[in-house]
């Protein structure tokens, strides 16, 4: 079993906030975070696969394949985009980075699994000092 | 002439746009940029100020009182904000990283001069591949 | 099952060397890592903990309250400090990186439990090149 | 149990390709990375070795001997070289980054055993972007 | 006078050597870089323009245009590529990276003028440790 | 002219204090940093040198010269040991970045100039967020 790891990055809006919560709640809970105005981040996101290295190609999978899967599916939807309000894969959920790596996994399994390979781990870095992995 | 090179980070959302521009507009010169819904980053800043190795201490100044100009003077007012809304020295500028350096610099440098140094560069990355440095 | 990672940073003196062991014989196991005057190092500390997403806030882990555990617990005690003389929980200890990433999951492990979440790995970057990682 | 990394750096020329396959195929498949006139990198390669820190030194093993057998028997023969060409343990393999983890395995597994160490991951960074983990 | 520093990467092969000098001559100068079957380099390549910040739009230059000019007048010719063999711009040339800053700088001083900005500096990093820069 | 940027490390412990200061004072003015104790970093250094490219050889400089320049006359003085009591050319001077920088200045000064280069810029990273630069 090889582990093949695709470094992507993406630049974001989001809050975190709860509407059925009030600002005061919001601002308890979340913190600076939850900001009414929004905030942003240039996220850093390793999607990591694994499988066999083919027999005939050498590769568990052929990065540019890898990274047309993750460009189609992850950024064209939430590259310069807020994540609360313009990303089909994060509507009505928290815009914590938790919840976010969950959706990208889901986004992700079925194209990587058709490629013939599996999902191993959704890291995803939301500044240089905090960061969330997600393994399934 | 020594230099000193404070790093500092913050967390922001933007648009770049023009309200005098239709959104056409906008789009064609800002790009994906001028998104409606705001995107954002985590910016890098570098405050670089020079001045002599004081005889008594061996600074140029004290980082401790460097970082706290910045802090006060900067990142208390644009961390986790609306650089478009909510910044008061970014008010009524193209919130690009060019404006926001020259921006930053007219509220650096007072401070700095105060602790008897002299303001040099400000150097901002916006992403890993897009930086502006200003030195007045 | 979540991962939250959360990056800190201290810069501490220290030595490696058993007060049994002669000068000489300190020397040929440790080498300059001996030397009787100290050396130092910024160490990078990552703190991995894991659980659940929560359901009303969809955080494992507030990262505020996770960082306010490790700095009261690990960094006021080890920053600027002398690792073989000043911290409390490397008295008696060769002061290796593998004994500090041992002693500082000691040090999280129950603090981080309180809030519900379990401690994962201790991992410390002593220089780029080498890395300790502990998983308990 | 108790892991450590050691980071080592080597620069090598490479081609993807297999004789057997048209000038065609080889693009086909491997795109620019079939150059024939070759391409090259500034691998990053990670060794993660694990063990028991030794009661009488506090290490798992110690640095300088596994940057020594790292340095031997993998920097020595790859550094500054062409991999499809000179480097004995890559003949008659594809030269990818999977198949070039295997093979690194492979050169270090023994040398560290003997150390009283086990080899636990190699990772190889081809470029910031993409990058291989292999466990054996 | 605002500069814009674009970074960009490129990933080549190459060789030092003179055809004029024995195969011992260019090893006593260029040692291992002179390997007659090719190493190879991730260069990391920032240009840095400099200009006004426009008062219609608040950019020195816009990052797209600065970045299209540098992929076809730079990586498109030599990313993936054989510095030596395959490069226009390097041919009868010393493939130092002293002589790819200056050949870059010729390469793209023109079109950075065409569209009303100068250019500043070229710097070219070779590995973590060795970086040239050309100022013109 | 071109410039030619070396990376080397060194670790070292230090503390900042004046003899002729009472404790206090010295807390007072430096902070955590005049810990008796000593604390300690990994120190990045960034030495520029400038010059012609070499018709001959195309160089500024050959790296491996000026590496070893770097070696023998900084980091064998000061790798691994305590910058206050072991490093001679610190000797009597407060171990600030600021004169450490002055002082490895004036180390390297004549071995750059006697191999035909001249000295540019010495930049010492104590921190990821502290740095300074001389120009001599």
Known sequence: MIYLIRRE?????????????????NREVFGKCSNPNWHGHNYILRVTVKGEAAEDHGFVMNTNVLKKI???????????RN??????F?????ATTENLAIAIWNELKQPI????????????????????????
Chains 1, 2, 3, 4, 5, 6 share one sequence.
């Open 113 to 136: 699994e058709k490629e013939g390979a599996q999902l191993h781990c959704i890291q995803i870095e939301e500044t240089e000092n905090n960061s969330i992995e997600y393994y399934g």
């Open 9 to 25: 990055r993406f630049s974001a809006a989001h809050r975190m906030f709860r509407q059925d919560w009030s600002d005061e709640k």
């Open 90 to 94: 994060m509507k009505g959920k928290i």
């Open 70 to 80: 993750i460009q189609e599916n992850v950024i064209a939807k939430i590259d310069h």
């Open 83 to 88: 994540i609360n309000l313009e990303v089909d």
